[in-house]
Each structure stands twice: as structure tokens, then as C-alpha cells.
């Protein structure tokens, strides 16, 4: 039933069923907020509850997702070197801030 959509799994249970996937419980938990309460209360929800990001921050987790359908990819070894790099380069250069 759950992998037709007709029940909904209940938020007491994410941590377990995240186990039993071998998935990360944060994201089964976005999936099961975003499913029962609608994708509105997820984002107040995740805005209230969030890290101390800077908006930049934000902006960036946005970008992550959104570019990668919110599949959690792992950081590969060129784009963190890359990234790295280029974010070096930046804090270092007064000209390209």
C-alpha cells in the first residue's frame, strides 16, 4: 500500500523503514511530511527547523537538489576539487565577490 501511495507512513515510523531501506531518514522523512501535510508545511517546516544556514547556503542545498531531483547524490572527487578550487579562488580574489 505504501508503494501504491494508498497509506501513508507515519512519521513514527520513518526511522525504522529509513534502516530497513538502508536510505537516510532525513529524506524518507521529507518524503513523508511533503505526502501527508503537502509540500507547503514541508518547506515552514524545514525553514523553522533548519541548521543556521546563510541564505547563500540555502541557495546552494536548492541548486543540489533540484539539479539532482532530490536523489542525494555523494559529493564526487572532481566537482569538490572543482568546488573547492573555484570557492578558493573566490574568498582570495576582492574582485569577484
Known amino acids: 500500500m505504501l508503494k501504491t ?6 512519521l ?3 526511522p525504522a523503514f529509513a534502516k530497513a531501506l538502508e536510505d537516510d531518514p532525513a529524506v524518507i ?3 513523508a511530511i511533503e505526502q501527508t501535510h503537502g509540500l507547503e508545511m514541508l ?3 524545514a525553514d523553522l ?5 546563510t541564505d547563500n547556503e540555502r541557495a546552494w542545498l536548492k541548486l543540489i537538489r533540484e ?3 532530490n536523489t ?3 559529493p564526487a572527487r572532481t566537482i569538490t ?3 573547492k578550487l573555484f570557492l578558493h579562488d573566490v574568498e582570495a580574489d576582492p574582485i569577484a565577490k
Open 43 to 45: 518547506k515552514m517546516i
Open 67 to 69: 539539479s539532482s531531483s
Open 49 to 53: 527547523l533548519s541548521e543556521s544556514l
Open 5 to 10: 501511495g494508498n497509506a501513508k507512513l507515519a
Open 29 to 31: 522523512m521529507r518524503l
Open 81 to 83: 576539487r572543482v568546488l
Open 72 to 74: 542525494d547524490p555523494a
Open 12 to 14: 513514527d515510523r520513518v
